[in-house]
């Protein structure tokens, strides 16, 4: 399994951000996309999750309502679309993917995710 994250740069608080995930070599749909974060001088935040079976999505709190997570067909990827961005959403974002297709809080947590793709820099300048 293989996993690229891309699209990060910087933009204008308030302004929009693009990520997408480019996942491969899973053999069946039963697993879940994550998005995490890491700002500097802070721990990996996992902020939204993707159930590539069903559909279904997770969001934090701190991105509820601003971001959305979903899947690209054409590209075969899934993206984090990113809305009303803030200073503080700058961070390093990492897609990463585990076994399982549930995404609730409780398995939002890096420990129940095998693979990770590099992670893309996000810088919100206000």
């Known amino acids: 399994v293989q996993l690229q994250a891309f699209g990060g740069g910087l933009v204008q608080a308030g302004e929009s951000q693009r990520l997408s995930c480019a996942a491969s070599?899973?053999?069946?749909?039963?697993?879940?996309i994550g998005w995490f974060r890491q700002a500097p001088g802070k721990g990996r935040e996992g902020i939204a999750c993707?159930?590539?079976?069903?559909?279904?999505?997770w969001y934090a709190d701190s991105v509820q309502g601003r971001f959305t997570v979903g899947s690209d067909n054409t590209e075969k990827s899934v993206y984090l679309q990113m809305n009303s961005l803030k200073p503080e959403d700058t961070a390093v974002y990492y897609c990463?993917?585990?076994?399982?297709?549930?995404?609730?809080?409780?398995?939002?947590?890096?420990?129940?995710?095998?693979?990770w793709g590099q992670g893309t820099l996000v810088t919100v300048s206000s």
């Open positions: 070599g899973f053999t069946d749909d039963d697993y879940a």
């Open positions: 990463a993917a585990k076994p399982g297709n549930l995404c609730s809080s409780f398995t939002m947590q890096t420990i129940f995710y095998t693979f």
């Open positions: 993707f159930d590539s079976r069903d559909g279904n999505t």
